[in-house]
């Protein structure tokens, strides 16, 4: 893309800047095979917040001091889309815009390599959910109008803590806060709501476990985690970071478009792989909504 295309432009955001980094996560990016937001964004300075409200900051991974998102006063750094359409597979230049646009809105499209796969795909299924259009892999024109001024994730707790995380279970999006800043955007999958009973070998022995496959909304904080792949009596998680009970937040090889878990909250493979370095322990977690089928 041309120089004449990027525009850095000085505004200040009132709903929120994206940091999808953090102190000390360059190695946890380069184990998820995830690139951070470019360092062409260096030219953007920190700017101001609202009280309350977040805004723009300067980001945290060396060498990228602008890592901002569109908010209701408009766009830190304008964009013009390509307007191509783009579907699963697709492999190009219009395909690199799209992951970093994505990159610098805070929705973790993981590498950026220019090849339009799963990983991209779950962050363009997380930002049509936030913007209101139906997630679809496809990339038309009214994403493409969206990324150009895209509107901010809906604030479920106005006075949260300034570190929290906050799981919109009607659009099932999780949303994570750091210093009243927006981190992290990403697409999730939480119980399915139905009822389930199955047998399982725990604790060597043979057993019947039955659970009404919900996740309860509430206001919750992390407890106790486990790095890696993590064996449950209802199957394999992936660095689960617990919430409420034996409810987690956690990686999965599935995390389809729909409500599909026994209760937890799953998360895309290289989402779940950097966000124990971004979430710490006692973080507020607040679960709000429900999704209609």
């Not at 309350?52 to 945290?60: C, E, F, Y």
């Not at 697409?187 to 604790?203: K, L, M, N, R």
Request: charged residues 15%.
């Amino acid at each position: 893309m041309t120089a004449g295309r990027r525009l850095t432009v000085a505004a200040v955001l009132t709903a929120g800047a994206v940091l999808v980094s953090g102190g000390g996560m360059p190695g946890a990016w380069a184990a998820a095979g995830a690139t951070p937001p470019r360092a062409a964004l260096t030219a953007l300075t920190a700017t101001t917040t609202q009280a309350g409200v977040p805004g723009a900051v300067t980001g945290a991974v060396p060498g990228v001091t602008g890592v901002v998102r569109a908010g209701a006063a408009g766009a830190v750094r304008a964009f013009a889309a390509p307007h191509r359409t783009l579907r699963l597979g697709a492999k190009g230049a219009a395909v690199k815009e799209l992951q970093n646009r994505l990159g610098e809105l805070g929705y973790v499209p993981g590498k950026i390599d220019a090849r339009y796969g799963g990983t991209t795909q779950s962050a363009v299924w997380a930002f049509q959910k936030v913007q209101g259009i139906k997630p679809t892999s496809t990339i038309t024109a009214r994403t493409w109008r969206a990324l150009e001024s895209p509107r901010a994730p809906r604030v479920l707790i106005p006075n949260g803590k300034p570190d929290r995380v906050e799981i919109d279970l009607t659009r099932q999006v999780a949303v994570l806060y750091r210093g009243g800043q927006v981190r992290l955007i990403t697409h999730v999958s939480s119980g399915s709501g139905i009822p389930y009973c199955e047998t399982a070998t725990w604790q060597g022995k043979t057993q019947r476990f039955c659970g009404s496959a919900r996740t309860p909304t509430g206001d919750f904080k992390t407890t106790w985690r486990a790095s890696g792949w993590h064996t449950s009596y209802l199957g394999q998680l992936y660095n689960p970071i617990f919430f409420n009970g034996g409810i987690a937040l956690h990686g999965a090889l599935s995390v389809p478009l729909y409500p599909a878990s026994h209760g937890c909250v799953r998360l895309p493979m290289h989402v779940a792989q950097i966000l124990p370095g971004l979430l710490g322990a006692g973080v507020p977690v607040h679960v709000r909504g429900r999704f209609q089928r």
